[in-house]
């Protein structure tokens, strides 16, 4: 019986003697409340009834999100969320275990001191586009601080900002505006090239149906300057050839006229003199360019000549 109760007693101390520490974790001892050591990963001995593990510390890398609310160099409110990760410095775990009642209480406050520090100098577009100088600055003043308690800063980062709802719209219809902006300018540029290229076509259109005109009225003349000197070459002279170039061109123009099926007919006066009158004309206006035709050849100019 004796032994029965030897036996146990000695079971129940060794039990109490061996304890675990998991991987990446680190039990704090103390003997009497009063700090004996650090056991790190594996199994670990103590005495029984007289060490006592008070604490584990876990030496993974933990990451503490923190959001703030401050004001930005243009009064506008805006909401940040700083994300910290941190760790306990291995050879520091007495530091990080007793100096330091709650941690992320710490971490917290100095989050928020260096981001109402920093954000109110900017204005809100430079807080997004600045927001990595804000995650260093918070990083840096996390580094001086917490080392001295047995933590290390991995990263900081300012993971979101989140502005007020009104403010976000109006940023939008900002962004919006300018681009519509752009795009009237584009707009109004791809009108002026065009309005510039139908002006040039139209110029060059103009230019050439003006040199077009030219030629047809230089070959005219030269055609009928070569009919009046045929003429003149059979005995007909310059007045009387005038008069049956008109003629000739006369049934020319009727006979033209009634090839088409949608030629308007021109009646003239039926008086009877109209048509001699007409026809006077006509021999009159001939006989300047059978002048002119004269003109030209006794002066020496060949029909191609400018006039």
């Known amino acids: 019986m004796t032994f029965i109760i030897l036996f146990s007693l000695f079971l129940i101390g060794s039990l109490g003697m061996i304890f675990v520490v998991k991987q990446q974790s680190a039990a704090i001892v103390e003997r009497f409340g009063r700090f004996v050591g650090i056991r790190q990963a594996g199994l670990q001995l103590k005495l029984p009834l007289f060490d006592q593990v008070v604490g584990l510390i876990s030496l993974r890398i933990q990451q503490l999100d923190v959001t703030i609310e401050t004001k930005t160099k243009d009064n506008v409110f805006v909401h940040l969320k700083v994300s910290v990760q ?109 309005i510039v290229a139908k002006a040039k076509a139209e110029a060059q259109s103009k230019q050439l149906q003006g040199k077009g005109i030219a030629d047809q009225r230089r070959e005219i003349a030269k055609g009928l300057l070569e009919s009046v000197e045929v003429l003149n070459n059979v005995g007909i002279n310059s007045q009387e050839a005038s008069a049956l170039i008109v003629v000739t061109q006369h049934y020319d123009t009727l006979q033209s006229m009634g090839e088409g099926t949608n030629t308007n007919l021109i009646l003239l006066p039926n008086s009877p003199g109209a048509a001699s009158e007409m026809l006077n004309t006509m021999v009159a206006s001939f006989s300047a360019s059978s002048q002119i035709g004269d003109a030209m050849k006794n002066s020496g100019k060949k029909p191609t000549d400018k006039v």
């Open 86 to 194: 941190f760790k306990v410095i291995k050879d520091k775990a007495y530091e990080a275990f007793y100096k330091l009642e709650n941690p992320h209480e710490q971490i917290t406050a100095y989050v928020f001191d260096v981001v109402r520090a920093e954000v109110p100098k900017m204005r809100l577009d430079d807080v997004f586009e600045r927001k990595d100088d804000i995650a260093l600055a918070v990083k840096r003043e996390l580094d001086e601080a917490m080392h001295n308690y047995g933590y290390s800063i991995i990263k900081a980062l300012v993971t979101d900002i989140n502005p007020d709802e009104q403010v976000k719209q109006a940023m939008n219809r900002i962004n919006t505006a300018e681009r519509e902006k752009v795009a009237a300018e584009y707009e109004a540029e791809a009108e002026r090239i065009k």
